[in-house]
């Protein structure tokens, strides 16, 4: 059984359009993440959810709004997508992100990525 | 603010060799540092986690050390296997705060059978 699944693995839109990506994750855990992976192999945290609650908001365009129906969920959605909104976008989760707590509290899981392309 | 850089940005070793990876960090104040290995289409895989309080953590054929005052860790990978080629990443997760990582932007490793 997958851990953390992203879907879909690969998506390529046009300018303009909206979008969605989806995480689940089967570990029972409190957290999860979203991270952008640009060109250069950089990842970058955009939002943490804890318990359903936002408790990370990097400097990300409004356009991108997490959403989070239960703890095992989260969604991203993405509204009028730009050329340079074009990265891997990996999610994630742990077992707490919100304390500072025992070692294996901090060890997050990482889905396979979701590509997207926007030409 | 942290950065996390990576020295080298590829390697190519020989089958059966041993090899460093080297990450640095600006800021000391981490709470720990953890190292991933990066594979196409799988994600990001959790190799090992070193708490700020602990020098080094083994695991396997790879070993980890963290010398939190210099702000600079290493991964050692002995007897190198071309199923260890991979981008290998290392983050950091600062004191206090909600769990956020601060990723390097890794190095690549190849090793020719």
């Known amino acids: 059984d997958t851990a953390v699944s992203q879907t879909p693995k690969y998506l390529v839109t046009q300018m303009g359009n909206d979008k969605s990506i989806k995480c689940e994750q089967n570990l029972g855990h409190d957290t999860m993440y979203w991270y952008k992976q640009d060109s250069k192999k950089f990842l970058k945290i955009m939002f943490s959810y804890n318990n359903k609650e936002l408790i990370i908001n990097e400097t990300v365009p409004n356009r991108f709004s997490p959403k989070s129906p239960d703890k095992a969920h989260l969604n991203l959605h993405i509204n009028s997508l730009e050329l340079g909104d074009s990265a891997v976008y990996f999610c994630?989760?742990?077992?707490?992100?919100?304390?500072?707590?025992?070692?294996?509290?901090?060890?997050?899981?990482f889905g396979a990525g979701s590509r997207l392309t926007v030409l | 603010k942290q950065e996390v850089t990576q020295i080298p940005a590829a390697l190519s070793v020989p089958e059966g060799e041993n090899l460093v990876l080297n990450c640095s960090f600006t800021?000391?104040?981490?709470?720990?540092l953890q190292w991933f290995r990066q594979d196409p289409g799988k994600g990001l895989t959790s190799l090992l986690l070193?708490?700020?309080?602990?020098r080094e953590q083994t695991s396997g054929r790879l070993n980890a050390s963290l010398d939190k005052s210099s702000g600079r860790s290493t991964l050692y990978i002995a007897a190198s296997q071309p199923g260890d080629s991979a981008t290998y990443l290392c983050?950091?997760?600062?004191?206090?705060?909600?769990?956020?990582?601060?990723f390097g932007t890794g190095t690549r490793l190849t090793v020719i059978p």
């Open positions: 070193i708490q700020s309080s602990q």
């Open positions: 800021d000391s104040a981490i709470y720990n």
């Open positions: 983050a950091v997760r600062r004191m206090g705060g909600a769990n956020n990582l601060f």
């Open positions: 994630a989760s742990s077992p707490n992100g919100g304390a500072i707590l025992g070692s294996g509290a901090n060890v997050l899981t």
